[in-house]
């Protein structure tokens, strides 16, 4: 993240000029006004960084406000020559993917055949999910294919595969995570990766 070079003032100034100029059409800029001046509530005295949406490769601008150590809001960044501003609707939820209650800190385990759901915490999730993808990839790793050329003769070629474990990313992954994720599905040898997120 970068602190961000515009300041807010000067945005603010221009959203004016929009409003005043829309305010002569006849327009109810009521709303307008009323966001703005929240906006301009939530972030008084937080400094601004700017920084790019975490979600796709399309890279909006993002501005982050931060006080006390703490995002207080993320919204587009008008300085951004790809995005000028704006976000999708997944990148203006940024702020509830950071700063939310509901957020969960514990995992559901259902062991086998049983019926009901049991609360784990993280870290005991991390070490089974660990210590499984271990046994799976000792047991399905497959360094030599042997097979048949076109005239009947034996083949054999050096693979370093595991076809037992498959890797599928989700859009509420972030760039950097999908990233990690890749280079580690790929040194362990999976040969099936796949993202929702793709565009
Ligand atoms: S998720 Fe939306 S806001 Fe974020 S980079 Fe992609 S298009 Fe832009």
């Known amino acids: 993240m970068f602190e961000a070079t515009a300041s807010r003032r000067q945005f603010f100034r221009g959203t004016g000029m929009t409003v005043g100029t829309l305010a002569g059409l006849g327009l109810d800029l ?26 796709c490769a399309v890279g909006c ?8 150590g703490k995002i ?14 704006t976000l999708c609707p997944k990148g203006s939820a940024s702020y509830q993917l950071a700063v939310n209650p509901n957020r969960l800190t514990k995992v559901k385990y259902r062991a086998p055949f049983a019926t009901e759901w049991e609360e784990k915490p993280l870290d005991w999730a991390m070490e089974r999910i660990a210590q499984l993808t271990k ?4 047991e399905t790793f497959v360094e030599k294919w042997e097979g048949q050329d076109r005239e009947g003769k034996p083949v054999q070629k050096t693979v370093n595969h595991c076809a037992g474990i498959a890797s599928l990313g989700g859009a509420t992954m972030d760039n950097e995570w999908n990233y990690v994720q890749l280079k580690l599905a790929r040194a362990l040898g999976l040969i099936y990766l796949e993202n929702q997120a793709r565009i």
Do not use: F, M, W
């Open 30 to 55: 009521k709303p307008a006004r009323a966001a703005a001046e929240n906006l301009k509530t939530k972030i008084h005295g937080a400094k601004e960084y700017a920084s790019v949406c975490p979600y």
């Open 72 to 85: 207080v809001n993320i919204e587009g960044n008008p300085d951004s020559p790809i995005s000028r501003g």
């Open 61 to 68: 601008g993002q501005i982050v406000s931060v006080r006390d």
């Open 135 to 138: 046994k799976t990839r000792d």
